[in-house]
């Protein structure tokens, strides 16, 4: 059996066991958990960080497209400005008056000064230039280039070519003056010229141009 004195001291140890921690313990302990908690901390932000990062990559802003939803108004087109040319005037959109008499006048003339000027071209200048006449059509070879064609059109009082060059084209007679914007005396069109009217080009100035002749624009100055 335990003596008196060895059961007190037994005793005593349980209760110490039985107690709570002092303070030293509580002292020591705390700061102990508070550090690992700090260097815990920084982990954790950073995770918390790079994942508010990730969602801001995420993030994009809505296309709107207008016009091609279903409920949706089209698009507008875009506002251009009419190109003009610098320097170049408004060309003639309408003929001037012919009767029959004076169309068939008037191209045949022109036909005749055409021949001249292919023959003076032929015998002058040596060009290698071959031209028939014959029955209201003129047929000028060129060669390496091809066959111009010119034909009268009595019913629209027109002139039609064909070139291997600038193709198929319509000519109507037009008179100095016809034009409103335009004063008398300012205009190239002496006595009247063969113009086609989608462009406002000359027939002389073309003929002269592919063919190397050169004819003058006064043609009808002796005719009226």
Do not use: C
Request: negative net charge; hydrophobic residues 35%.
């Amino acid at each position: 059996m335990l003596s008196r004195t060895s059961s007190r001291a037994a005793s005593s140890l349980l209760r110490a066991a039985l107690q709570p921690p002092t303070a030293p313990f509580i002292s020591t302990a705390i700061p102990a958990l508070t550090t690992t908690l700090r260097s815990q901390t920084p982990i954790s932000l950073s995770q918390s960080q790079r994942a508010r990062s990730y969602y801001r990559n995420l993030h994009t802003t809505p296309i709107l497209r207008k016009g091609i939803t279903p409920d949706s108004a089209d698009p507008a087109p875009p506002k251009t400005e009419p190109a003009f040319v610098a320097g170049a005037a408004k060309h003639i959109v309408q003929p001037s008056p012919l009767t029959d008499e004076q169309y068939r006048e008037y191209s045949e003339h022109y036909f005749n000064v055409l021949l001249s000027e292919v023959e003076t071209a032929q015998e002058e200048n040596g060009a290698d230039l071959e031209a028939e006449y014959s029955a209201g059509v003129l047929n000028v070879t060129v060669p390496d280039k091809g066959v111009y064609v010119l034909n009268k059109q009595p019913p629209n009082k027109q002139i039609w070519l064909s070139s291997p060059i600038s193709g198929p084209k319509r000519y109507d007679w037009v008179v100095q003056g016809d034009r409103m914007d335009e004063k008398e005396g300012t205009r190239e069109f002496i006595h009247g010229q063969w113009i086609y009217l989608r462009d406002g080009s000359n027939l002389t100035d073309l003929l002269n141009k592919e063919l190397g002749l050169e004819m003058g624009y006064d043609l009808y100055a002796d005719v009226e």
